[in-house]
Every structure is written in C-alpha cells, then in structure tokens.
C-alpha cells in the first residue's frame, strides 16, 4: 500500500467530560519531523502524541492540535488574589494623600486589573487525559491515513502510467536504432560513389566503418538497464510500504541512461524520444517526492 505524504485527518469527541478535538496534518519532508499544539495546562500530551503518530506514520513533516473543553463541575476556580487588592488599594491612598487627589477607586476598576483575580483549572489526573486525547487522537490518525491511502493510489496510478509511457519510448528507440545504422551504410556508401565515381567499392571496408559506426551508437545496454529499473519501480510500488526514498533512486538511474542514450544518439527521432522519456522521468521524480 502506497502513501501520500501529505494528508489531513480530525476528530471530535467527548472523553471523560472532556470535548477534546485532534486535528492531525502533515507536508512533505525527508524524515519524520513531529511538532504540536495543545494548551499550556497540558503540555504532557506532547509525549504522547509524538509516540501515536510514530508508530503509523514513517516520514513527513507532521503537526497535531488539540482543543480541550473541560465539562467537568467547578472546572474553573476563581479565587479574589487579596494580597494583590490591600497592596493596590494602599499604595492608591497613598498617591491620593501625596498628590491631593481624589480616592475614587471603584471594584470596576479593581476588575479591569488582571492581577486582581486568581484563576485556578480544576484539571483530572493527567493518565485520565492522557487517556482520552489518546481515543480521539487515534481516530483522527485514522482518518489523516485514509486520506493519505487514497492520495497515495493516485500517486501510484500516475507514475505507472508514465512508467508505460516511457516503456514505449524505449520500445521505438530498440526498433529505430538498427535502422539508423542501415541508413549510415548507405549515406557512406553514395558519399565514396560522390567522390569517386563508378570505382568499385571495397565491401570490407564498408562493414569495417559501419561496424565501428554501429557499436558507436549503440543502446542496447542502456536500453535494457531502463527496463529493469522500470520494472523494479513497478515492484517497489506494487509492494508498498515506506519506498520515496528507494524510489528516488531508482529514478537517478533511470535518468542516468536516458542521458548515456542521449549522448549517444545520432538520429533526431531518437534525440526527440529521448527528450520525452527524461520529461516523463522528471515528472515521476515531481510524483514521487509525496509518497511517504
């Protein structure tokens, strides 16, 4: 099974009075790069999380969010910081004795103060949370997966059918290159006929120039080895699995031959064919930085 390295996954549910909310979403990258955003009270699911999303996920740059609304009774704690308010109120009386100003402070004023109030989160044991981020989060993975698994059929369908593609290419360029050698004989020969005449040719020496000419231009290795590395493509591919990397190999050798081909080449439609596969190669190479 192939897979795309980007994906999205979420889900929402309701743990242990907690509405707890996990969105998971990842962007391609070379190695497995994990970072999250959960509220500050509990920075402790970071572990955690980072552990789920290994144990699923091989490479991609992966951030996961989670919102926690606490439902419990008396969640929230509101405490009047009575230190604070004597401190501010005194050094208010000073300032009015000082300065002959008028006291005026009000509780509105107090309330503005941020410091007036202390705000305590009655929170559950961090193993109960741990324990219900970890439910929601396991579906949302779930469903960043699914998505990366049809992403990833897609991926696979299109290199394969450029794989095809290129297969032809190859095909032509088997059946043109016998020919390219026929035509060579037949140039060199009307060329001595140009330049000598009626004058018998000598038949040895003809082969002797159209053999060195053939094995110059010859692709018949090349052509093979891209054959066999399209053909380990398709196997990597139908094996499935964590492969980007082995794949992106794969395709430096496919370009490797293409080019030795095209350095090769004598004959424009062999030059143009070669053209068209390093452009299908390059578009497999574009594909296949997002399978996982």
């Known amino acids: 099974m192939i897979r795309s390295m980007t994906g999205f996954g979420r889900a929402r549910k309701t743990v242990s009075d907690l509405n707890i909310t996990v969105e998971i979403k990842s962007v391609n990258h070379r190695y497995f790069e994990f970072s999250s955003r959960v509220p500050r009270a509990y920075m402790f ?3 955690k999380l980072n552990k789920l999303c290994r144990e699923n ?5 992966v951030e996961v969010s989670v919102l926690i609304e606490d439902n ?3 969640a929230i704690e509101i405490e009047v910081n009575s230190q604070f308010v004597s401190a501010y109120l005194e050094a208010i ?3 009015s004795s000082k300065f002959r100003l008028k006291n005026d402070i009000k509780a509105s004023s107090l309330i503005r103060n941020p410091d007036t109030f ?3 989160q009655q929170s559950l044991e961090d193993e109960v949370v741990i324990s219900a981020v970890s439910e929601v989060a396991a579906e949302a993975i779930e ?3 699914n998505m990366r698994t049809v992403e990833g059929e897609r991926l696979m369908n299109d290199v394969i059918s450029r794989a095809d593609i290129i297969l032809s290419k190859v095909a032509f360029i088997e059946e043109r290159s016998p020919e390219t050698v026929k035509e060579y004989r037949l140039r060199l020969e009307q060329k001595i006929k140009e330049l000598l005449g009626d004058v018998n040719i000598e038949e040895q020496r003809l082969l002797t120039e159209t053999a060195i000419f053939a094995d110059k231009i010859a692709v018949a290795e090349e052509t093979v080895r891209l054959r066999s590395h399209i053909e380990q493509l398709k196997n990597m591919l139908s094996e499935g699995g964590a492969i980007g990397r082995k794949l992106d190999f794969i395709i430096q050798e496919m370009n490797r031959e293409a080019n030795t081909i095209g350095s090769k080449a004598q004959d424009i439609d062999i030059a143009h064919t070669v053209v068209d596969i390093k452009s299908e190669i ?5 594909q296949i930085q997002n399978i996982e």
């Open 72 to 74: 419990t009774e008396n």
């Open 57 to 61: 996920i091989q490479r991609g740059k």
């Open 143 to 145: 469903s960043f997966i």
């Open 45 to 47: 699911l970071d572990e």
């Open 93 to 95: 009386k000073k300032l």
């Open 118 to 120: 202390k705000i305590r």
């Open 282 to 286: 390059e578009k497999i190479r574009e």
